[in-house]
Each structure stands twice: as C-alpha cells, then as structure tokens.
C-alpha cells in the first residue's frame, strides 16, 4: 500500500509539472510561476491529492533538489573564485543581509514582538530564495548583466551567513525550552552547540580536501561511470545527513561540500552527472513551495497576510535599491538587484522550524511567517516579469533618447556600418592600408571604449538614412555592412539599393541562406562574405600544420576550398527553395572536391612550393 502512495504522489508531481509548465511558459510566466502554481493547485488545502495537513510531505519530498543545487552552485565557486569576488559578495552581500535583517527587527519590534524573537525574524526574512533567482536569471539570460551578477553575489553571501544564522539560534532559545536535538547531542548544553556546528563544517572541509577525491580516483579507475554518479548521490546524502544530525540546513553543508570539492579534477565529471538529477528535482521543489501553502492561515487573515507579503517585499526591495544606490550602481541594473531579491527563501523554512523547536517563535507565528514566506516566493516570478517588460524596456528607450548621435565632421570614400567584433577587423584591415573610412556604431558603450584606443568613430545608427546622408554617402563610393542583426542588413541593403543605386555595397552574411537573401536584393555573390568562413579556414590551416602538413600544401588546400565554395554557392544559388536539387549538386560536389584534393597530393613540390616553408621559419 505504501509503496503504491508512493506512485501515485510521483505521478501526480510529474504530471501537475508536464501540463502547467508549459501553459505558464506559454504565457511568458516562466518555468518557476508554472511549477509553483502547479504545487499550489495539488497541495493539501486545495485538491488535497498529496501532502499533510502542512503540506510537510511536499516539502520532504523535493527537499533534495535544493541540496544539489547548492552543492552544483558551489562547484561553480573555486576558493580563488571567491576570493577575487570578495568585493561584492562580502560587500554588497553583507550590507543586505545586515541592513535588510535590521530593518525587518524594526518593524518586528514595532508589531509587538519581543527582542529575541524579532532578531530571529531579521535574520529569517533577510534571506532570498536562491533557487528560484537563479533558475529564472539563467532562464532570462539575465546572469550575465550586472544585476545578475550582483544578485548572484548577494545570493552566495546570504548562503554562507546562514552558518553563523544557525549557530546564533541557540543563543537566542527561551531559558525554559527544551531545545529537540538528535541522537548523542541531546545530552549537550547550549554553548556546545556552535563548536559542533563548526566541527561538521570542518568535518566536511578536511573531507572533501583529502578524502573524497582519493575515492572518486579508486571508482574512476573502474570505467563505470555510473559508480561515480552513486558516489557523487552518495556525498551529497552523508553530507545532508550529516548537517541534519546537528541541526544544520543540509543544503548549507552541501554548498560548503561543492566549494571545497571546486577545485577537484572530478568537478566536471560531478556537474554532468548531477545535471539531470538537479533540474527534475529543483522542479519538484518549486512545486513543493506552491504545496506548502497553507490556504486555512491566509483564508483566516487574508488582509493581514497579503500586507505583510507586500510590505516584506517593498521592505527588502527598497532596503537593497537604497544600498545599490550608495554603491554607485545605476540603471536597469540596480532595479534588477532590488527585484531579484525582495522574496523570502528556502532557507526561511530550515530557519522556522529550528525557531518552533527552540521555542524562539511560537508556532502561530511561525505558521504566519511560513505563509508570508511561500507567497513570497510564489510573487517573485512575477516581479521578474515587470522588470523585464516595464522597467528594462523604459531605461533602453532613456539611454538612446539621452544621446543624440555624433556630429559627422568629415566625409571618407568608404563608409563601414558597424565596428563591433566583425567590423572592427575589415575597418583596421583598410586603415592600416591608408583607407579613409567613416564609421557608424549604435552601442554608444562600444563608442566611447573604441575613442579611449584612438579610433575615430561616429555613434549612430547606420540604418537612419539622415545620419547616412551626414556621413557623405552621396559622394562615397562604398558602403560596408558589418552589423550582425540580420533584419537590420537587408532593410539597409534594400533602402540604399533604392536611393543610391550605383553605389557598390559590401555585406556581412549569417550564413548560407542569409548570403542568398542579400543576393536577392541586389547584391553581387563575391560581394557577400560569410561571416564565420574566414577564420573556420584560418583554423583549419593551422591544423593542418600542426599535424604536420607541409606550408604549401596547406596554403594550396585553402585556396582550392575558397574556390571550390564559391563555384558550389554560385551553382546552389539558382535551386536553394528545391530541395532534392539541392542536396544533389552537394553530393556531385563533394565527389569532385575529393578527386581535386587526390590529385593535390599526388602532385610532387616544386621549388616555389617549398618557398612557403622557407617563409613560414623566417616568420617563426
């Protein structure tokens, strides 16, 4: 019977993520706002199909998605890692969580409740959800901004604090409470507490430094990879174990256990293995928090509830956007940071329920925090959404209307549309050959780095016709397009094919089918250049040559290819919406490149040819 409760959760977990997931991500709400509305609607105070009266057997349940991943975030972080981020992370990091923590006190203090308790709900509600930021910073492509990175820092500062958050507790417990320990440690005092905390900690820092990875060289040496996934499960669950048995969060200890393990050879090998195991069971989390909601506290103080979510989250936003604005961090980015980390967070709930046992928070309380704390998460989605589509969108539209494009003070033969990591070689290619060229760059940031380095360049968009008139294209006689948005390069190719219809126009092409594009709207073949075709061949050569290729063969092959390509594009250009033709002129093709490559090799050098080797030393 048992065994058979066991199915039937897992199938409705699975089965609530693969229909409500989608829909949510669907609608732009994101994975995250799926899975928890998803846990909500199958949680014991709605459908009633799994959990407890507290949803406790949800939470159990995806508990260990939340010890991988913070064991996979600490992989990430090699001791010098941290080091060199210690600025942002200690910084940043420590005034948030000491700030945010003194600030929720206040308002603690101010409601009624008693000093011990109100520091026991600073240092709860100071916390974020690690989880849910990061999985929807890497789900936005958000993680590689300044806000991001900010959070990420902040988030990994508030991971470490929860280590002394835990050894302060004790400290906290009412005089006549019997705090619930585990096993041998009952019999303990309360001052012992700290020194086995720290102990475990230690006792994973010397492990994971001299003994673990002795033990995944004994495995690998078996070839059974999947030995070395066991062992890393089986690290992680000790290590959860372990951090449970002294009244740890077993996340913590398996952050602690990754950053100490991030320096091992093994790393790679435990990120792969674990990859899949951690998006299933995050997933599972997520639709935990959304069970745990206990609908029967929020129907009994609906108002009282929703203030307190609206004021921890206005609370801890504008305690960090205040921060963000005394450190000099501006823009989109300081209200990413300030949004990104407004909701409570797992650790919130490992906090509460050493608070209940410890008997700093009595349990009504508690149930309310629990409350305030899951719906603020359950919001947090949202918050991402209006920052992307309301807030980052207005500081666009700022930057651009703040500054106006450059005044064109001088007219060149050759006008270059674009400067960035394509256009800059053809741009310096041509100066260095005495080439007068009038650049246009639209990344303002772009502009004013290229100016610190000498180069003269015009910010503006070379796609405005006015700002091409200014540029003087009525007198130049080449137009060049390096911009890499392929929609942006056919409508410039089309309007000045329109205007100026003499002017010889040069294009950077995506790819084979943006090459036919822009020979459709007028351009000559040899006019369009693929934009990755160059250097694939460039690497290729030096391949070659580093197998031990002579130089003039290598530098024949290459120019053979080039020709080779260019004769297939232009036989391809006539059939590219036919298919089957298609694929048979790449066939002959390739029949014929493999007899000209034969003859290539059976050809003997002559004295010409070995000049090339007699180049290529003077040039080593």
Known sequence: MHASHFFISAFIYLGAAVLLVPIAHRLGLGSVLGYLIGGALIGPFVLGWVGGAQGEEAMHFAEFGVV?????????????????????????????????????MGVALACGLGTKPAIATGMILALSSTAIVIQTLQEKALMRTDGGADSFAVLLFQDISVIPMLAVFPLLAASVAKVEHHG???ELPHWAQPLITLGAVAVIVIGGRFIVPRGFNILAKTGLRELLTAAALLLIVGVALLMTQVGLSPA???????????????RHELESNLEPFKGLLLGLFFLAVGASLDFSVIAGKPVLVASLVVALIALKAAVMFVIATLLKIRGSHRWLLSLALAQGGEFAFALLSMAIQQEILDPETSKLLVAVVALSMAVAPLLFIIYERLIAPRYTAVIKEQRAPDRIDEH?????????????????????????????????DHVDMLRKFGFKVFYGDATRLDLLHAAGIEQACM????????????QLIADVRERFPKLRILARAHDYDHRVELINLGLAAED?????????QELAVRALRALGQPAYATERAARRWRRYDDETFHLLIPVHEDEDAYASIVRERRVELTQLFERDIAELPTDNDQAWEIGRAEET
């Open 68 to 104: 991988i991943m913070l064991f996979m975030i600490g992989l990430e972080l090699e001791p010098a890692r941290l080091w060199r981020m210690r600025g942002p992370i200690f910084g940043l990091g420590g005034m948030q969580v000491v700030f945010t923590a003194l600030a929720v």
């Open 252 to 266: 913590l200890g398996a952050f602690v256990a990754g950053v100490v393990l991030a320096g091992s050879h093994y």
């Open 479 to 490: 137009l060049i397009i390096a911009l890499a948005d392929q929609a942006k390069v056919a």
């Open 412 to 444: 060149a033969p050759v006008i270059l549309a674009g400067f960035g990591r394509f256009g800059n070689f053809v741009g310096r290619v041509m100066m260095s050959q005495g080439v007068k060229v009038t650049v246009l760059e639209s990344d303002p």
């Open 184 to 186: 041998w440690l009952q």
């Open 528 to 536: 369009t250049v693929h934009e990755q075709m160059g250097s694939a």
